[in-house]
């Protein structure tokens, strides 16, 4: 995947991911199927060519490179989300 390629709506699903520790669970809130959160996640590992989560008791846990790279990646996203808020602001 090029660069000029990248979704940004694959950030928001491993930031859901992380979050909830499941892939059913995300693909539920995001109103999405099971498949669809399975090949974004997908396409974010060849993106980091890293793992990002693994099935473990029963729950997906992030890989080190995951826990690493969360809090930037939900710094993005909320001075994203800010920066649109911000322009529509009503006067």
Known sequence: M???DIDLNLFKVFQVIYRLHSIS???KELHVSQPTISKTL???RE???DPLFVFSS???QPTEFAQK???SVSNGLDLLENTI???RQFN
């Open 69 to 71: 790279i969360f809090a």
């Open 58 to 60: 029963k729950e997906m």
């Open 42 to 44: 997908n396409k974010l």
């Open 47 to 49: 993106l980091f060519d």
């Open 2 to 4: 090029k660069r000029n």
């Open 25 to 27: 669970k995300s693909a």
């Open 85 to 87: 808020h911000e322009n």
